[in-house]
């Protein structure tokens, strides 16, 4: 009898153990890759609180914040460099965190980014479309400029084209902060409806304007890579 107390104490022990284990593994941190070439490799972050991210093999890249930072305070910019052989993300928040790591695998050419950033400061509107009250600053601010990449933040407001027919020398990556129906931001034609978190890849040399054809504005980071 005292023996088959003892053994089913240890089966209840050995069971709390195991759901004690389930518990805090339940929620492990995700490192998604969603797009992968020979110049880019995108990751998708979601690190649980108290977790922290694998840095193995991870390159020079930007970090594009879609929800509070690591410490679960608001972002100070909405992306941030993270050089090669950076320490693992630890998420000390006590919600989970989340974001998009844009991973440079090739390396920076001697040319500068070949940028004509969508709504810099000073470029004139396009003529038929709707101006808008939002003042250029609002619009469009530099995030990171260094010999890697340049990454930049955009406002488009309703009904509005960007600019002019263009292209750039280099891919660029559109992460969305607020959605809506863009068209311009990939090789494709026509409109595609968007959302937080959702980025967009439009390669190299593709002639392309933005259009935001909703009735909300759309709040994206690009990030060009040189």
Known sequence: ????????????????????????????????????????????????P???????????????????????QRPRTEALWQAAGSPPLENRASTRFEALFVELRAGSSDASA???PELAPGLQPVPGTIETYVSREKMFASLIDNGRVTVSRHHVVPLRWTDRYHRHSREAVYVYLRGGEVSGSTAEI?????????????????????????????????????
Request: overall charge negative; charged content about 20%.
């Open 50 to 72: 108290g977790e922290r991210t694998a840095a193995q093999g991870l390159g020079d890249g930007v970090l594009v914040y879609l929800t509070a930072d690591l410490e679960g």
């Open 190 to 226: 026509g409109y595609h409806h968007t959302r937080r978190g959702d980025f967009d890849v439009l390669p190299a040399n593709q002639w392309h304007t933005l259009y935001n054809g909703s009735n909300d504005p759309i709040d994206f980071v690009v990030v060009w890579p040189k």
């Open 114 to 116: 070949s940028i004509i």
């Open 1 to 48: 009898m005292a023996v088959s107390r003892l053994l089913a104490g240890l089966a209840i022990v050995l069971i709390g153990a195991s759901s004690t284990h389930n518990r805090v593994s339940a929620a492990p941190p995700v490192d998604r890759v969603e797009f992968e070439n020979a110049s880019l490799r995108i990751h998708r972050l979601s690190v649980a």
